[in-house]
């Protein structure tokens, strides 16, 4: 799932951002309100994780302002403001859930999973297929002619992003982007690590390879 935590406090959305990565999540974090609200306008979060009090725009502001624009992605507001009142307040703005501060990951990662199983969110897209490779969205399993392939978290990430995306190319700013929410280049081979480590386990141990590199171009995922 591709997330958007919009957190004033350094730590706290760090420990929110490594949390949801470790769990197999693409998280961009923020810290301004405005600058979230810019970043959620271009489209394609599926749950946005809210501070009710920052700076430039505040959470409820910031969540009728999504609503407002037909963003329809789930909110989750993360706050310190644990009042009834508060609690009205924020669903009322168009909020789905309300967690409130100290908070264990456990706890968040658990409403996660319970919004994403809401009726709402069944229509999506749970598998995706492209040619012999299967993967399970839902219990974040990947097959080949039936056979089962193991995933670090980081390397779902990118199947699913190959997957999404058959026949077309994706190069490495891409890649930087939608697995690991990097927008500069990093100066690293992290993408080419990565690569090499899901061609070993979706290609090598069959006849065809899928994924194949385009030299001085990028990579791209075929049947």
């Known amino acids: 799932m591709k997330i958007l935590v919009a957190e004033d406090d350094q730590d706290t959305g760090e420990y929110i951002r490594k949390g949801l990565v470790g769990e197999g999540h693409a998280v961009d974090h923020l810290t301004d309100g405005r600058a979230a609200l810019a970043q959620a306008m271009s489209g394609g979060y599926e749950l946005f994780i809210l501070d009710r009090m920052m700076p430039g725009l505040d959470g409820l502001s ?7 624009a037909q963003i329809e992605a789930p909110v989750i507001m993360l706050t310190a403001l644990g009042s009834v009142n508060d609690k009205v307040d924020g669903l009322g703005a168009g909020a789905d859930d309300y967690i409130v501060k100290p908070f264990a990951m456990a706890e968040l990662t658990a409403r996660i999973s319970a919004i994403a199983r809401r009726p709402k969110l069944q229509s999506e897209v749970t598998e995706l297929e492209v040619g012999p490779l299967h ?3 839902i219990t974040r399993t990947a097959t080949r002619e039936g056979q089962r392939i193991e995933l670090q978290p980081r390397e779902f990430l990118m ?15 891409m890649l930087l982007d939608a697995v690991w929410g990097i927008h500069f280049d990093p100066k690293t081979s992290v993408v080419e690590t990565h690569i090499s480590r899901l061609r070993t386990k979706i290609d090598k141990p069959f006849d065809q390879p899928m994924l194949r590199t385009l030299h001085g171009v990028g990579y791209v995922l075929q049947a």
Do not use: A, H, I, N
């Open 159 to 173: 199947l699913r992003y190959f997957m999404e995306r058959p026949g077309r190319v994706q190069t490495r700013t």
């Open 62 to 68: 910031l969540v009728k302002s999504l609503r407002s």
């Open 135 to 137: 993967l399970d969205l």
